[in-house]
């Protein structure tokens, strides 16, 4: 097994993410966890190095020029194809709940037509304000939509069948279509398995949400164009069939994020007639800040 973390100036919260995996996750001796960090210009790398002088299953990999999470991304799926059958992919800024990447290493290695298992992911209540409740709403219809209508594939906590991956060109803005699309491709199927939690960092503010959203559609727009492929989440009809399983108390942040996305989606479009796409990410300045070891347990 192969883990693999993808980092770019994520010093407030590699340390966390790597505690959680070699004391929380019961991940066998001879795995290897692998954090590229690309072009950070923080203390990233540093943090990356201590831990890799206590545990030798960390090693860091470093990208002196910044070129993008897919061309991180190729790293992590060549060095997984020269030694392993299954990569477990965690995004940086994420914290696992206990045991979750061996319950969904164990569903992916029963069913050999499998190619991918992924956890729920669950927004960190970092406050009570809208941004928060609206976040936490859209998620929700994430979860609802993998659950009753199909999974679409999420890359915060997945583990994914070596044999099924596919290098991803380094102009893409979003990495998880372009893979859930080859998986569902050679064949095989893709599994939610919701009672295996990641807790993820997400805007605390409309601007950086908004700006986070406009990246999403863009990356939507741009495999759209090219394969026809759509994600479960990116389609209407499936979002009207969910609806009705929210709490009513849960509308208003709907109506709002639904606002929101609409912004996105009209300045995704621009973006992509204009050909802006940024497949370099801006960071997200408010999932940066540092956070206290084990944050989820008081979730």
Known sequence: ?????????????????????????????????????SGCTDNTPRIVMDFSERDARIKLVTEKVRRGKASALNKVFKLAKM???????????????????TSLTHKLESENDVGAVFAQPVPMK????????????????HHLISMYQEPKL???????????????????????????????????????????????????????????RKRIWIGHLQFKNVTQFQVSTSSF???????????????LYLFLGGFIEMVAYIQAIKAFKEKTIPYMWDPIESTKTQLKLNYFRRL
């Not at 030694?83 to 709940?97: G, M």
């Not at 893979?179 to 960092?201: H, M, S």
């Not at 009809?237 to 509308?251: C, D, Q, R, W």
Request: glycine share 4%.
């Open 1 to 37: 097994m192969i883990v693999g973390i993808c980092a770019y100036n994520e010093e407030g919260n590699i340390g966390n993410l790597l505690q959680n995996l070699i004391s929380e996750q019961n991940l066998p001796e001879d795995c290897v966890i692998f954090v590229v960090c």
């Open 237 to 251: 009809k499936n979002i009207l069939k969910v609806i009705p399983k929210l709490k009513t108390s849960e509308f």
């Open 83 to 101: 030694s392993a059958e299954v990569l477990v992919l965690v995004n940086a800024d994420t914290l696992p709940e206990p045991g979750s990447i």
């Open 126 to 141: 970092l406050s009570k304000g809208v941004c928060y409740k609206i976040v936490y709403v859209i998620w929700k219809l």
């Open 154 to 212: 999420s890359g915060e906590l997945c583990v994914i069948r070596v044999s099924s991956l596919h290098e991803i060109p380094e102009n893409v803005a979003t990495d998880e279509p372009y893979i859930e699309f080859f998986i569902r491709r050679q064949g095989y199927r893709i599994l939610y398995a919701p009672k295996a939690l990641v807790y993820i960092r997400c805007p605390t503010n409309i601007f950086d949400l908004l700006k986070q």
